[in-house]
């Protein structure tokens, strides 16, 4: 018998794997590069590998027309005008996500700073209102904040994956730790999948699909990237190239060639 979470899953993810366009930024940057119109953007990319989009429930609403990718909306949001960036809150529940038609659920936490504490409570109450409404839920999980020296560490960036899935998330997202055998220990340790994060942008497009490459070999089930896809020239033309790396189990050099 099938759940809703196994349904709405199915829409997110392409043959157990996701390529995934996060776009939540507007909140905490604004309208950034690449995102004056996230709808084009979004159009621009499905039919080419795109299995799903992050965005908050704003834009969601002012589509144009439903996207033919699955679609996580973004429940957690700060500004870097606050005084306090890296401090998540809620803006909204599973049960309105499944009003607005959303496959499924996104939220930041942040793991390593004073704000800790009240952005795990936040995790383990969505995740307890997914599950009570069939809702997948992603869940970023960044090593941030005053007792983190260095974000990438494998140690760190294990620890913090496996908080994501035992406080009940279906998805982590996480940083790639720069090297397979390390991310490979990270993978098997977590018991639900793992995507990577995209981070700042890469300066060739060579980088980011060398990473996508060896997470890929080391057991992710996909990346999540937002700059370097919709700050690229041509972010279909990088979401037919990382298609081919993640689905067709393409050398990142391979791949290059989409992109001209």
Known sequence: MVSGIETRLSRLLKNGKMLCIPMDHGISNG??????????????????????????????RSMPRPVSAGVLVHFSASTSLSA?????????????????????????????????????????????QCHRWGMPLLAMMYPRGENISNPHDPEIVGHVARIGA??????????????????????????VPIVIA????AETDLEILKMTQDAMTAGACGITYGRNIFAHKSPEKMVDALSDVIFNEKTAEEALARLG
């Open 84 to 128: 306090h960036p890296n401090r998540k809150m809620l803006t909204g529940t599973a049960k309105e996500a499944a009003a607005l038609g959303a496959d499924g659920i996104s939220l930041h936490i942040n793991i390593g700073g004073k704000e800790e504490p009240e952005m795990l409570e936040q995790l383990g109450a969505v995740s307890e």
């Open 166 to 191: 035992e406080c009940g998330a279906d998805i982590v997202k996480t940083l790639y730790t720069g090297d397979v055998d390390s991310f490979a220990k990270i993978v098997k340790s977590t018991p």
């Open 31 to 60: 309208p950034i590069e690449g995102l004056e119109d996230p709808a084009s953007v979004i159009y621009s990319c499905e039919g080419h590998g795109l299995t799903s989009v992050i965005i908050n429930k704003g834009i969601l």
């Open 198 to 201: 995209g981070g700042p942008k």
